[in-house]
C-alpha cells in the first residue's frame, strides 16, 4: 500500500532526530558539508518514520515533508542555539562587527552616493536587525531545502515494494 498521509505521532521522534544531527551539522564546521548533513538529517527521519510505517511505501512526496519537518525542528533548535550563544558571549558583536565590515568592503567597491547613503541605514541598530532577519529567513530555507531532499531521496531509496 502507497502511503500518502503522514502520521505525525510516527513522524515527529524521526524529525526531532533528524533535525537535531542537521542542528550539529551546521554548528560545527564540517568544511562545506552542512548541506549534505542536513540532507542526511532528512535521510534519516525518514528512515525512521519507514520503520514504524509497516507494510507501506513511502512516496517521494511525503518523505519531502517528513524531511522539511526535520529541517523545521532543526532550525528551531538551531535559532535558539545561535540567540542564547549571542546572549551569552560576545558571539552578538563579534558577529555585528563581521557584517559591518563586509559592509565597509563592499563600500569600498562601489563608492556613491546612494551607496553611501544605503550603508548608513545598515549600520544603524534597525539595518542591523533586518540583515540578522534576512539571514535567519536564509538560513531557514536552507535547513527546509537541504531537510526535504533527503527526505524524497530516503523515500526512493528506501521504498519497499510489495511483492507476493
Do not use: C
Request: proline share 4%; glycine share 16%.
Amino acid at each position: 500500500m502507497e502511503h500518502h498521509r503522514i502520521d505525525w505521532r510516527k513522524a515527529l521522534p524521526g524529525a526531532a532526530l533528524g533535525g537535531l544531527v542537521g542542528t550539529l551539522g551546521m554548528a560545527l564546521p564540517l568544511r562545506g558539508l552542512g548541506l549534505g548533513v542536513l540532507a542526511g538529517g532528512g535521510f534519516l527521519s525518514v528512515f525512521m518514520y519507514m520503520r514504524r510505517q509497516v507494510n507501506t511505501s513511502i512516496t517521494p512526496g511525503v518523505g519531502a515533508k517528513v524531511g522539511a519537518a526535520s529541517g523545521g525542528i532543526g532550525f528551531g533548535i538551531f535559532a535558539i542555539l545561535t540567540v542564547l550563544g549571542m546572549l551569552l558571549s560576545d558571539l552578538g558583536s563579534v558577529l555585528r562587527d563581521q557584517a559591518l565590515a563586509a559592509i565597509d568592503q563592499t563600500v569600498a567597491r562601489s563608492p556613491g552616493a546612494l551607496t553611501q547613503e544605503m550603508v548608513q541605514r545598515m549600520k544603524s541598530p534597525e539595518g542591523v536587525a533586518v540583515l540578522i532577519a534576512i539571514g535567519l529567513v536564509v538560513t531557514l530555507i536552507i535547513f527546509l531545502v537541504g531537510s526535504s531532499l533527503g527526505g524524497a531521496i530516503a523515500a526512493k531509496a528506501l521504498g519497499r515494494s510489495k511483492r507476493p
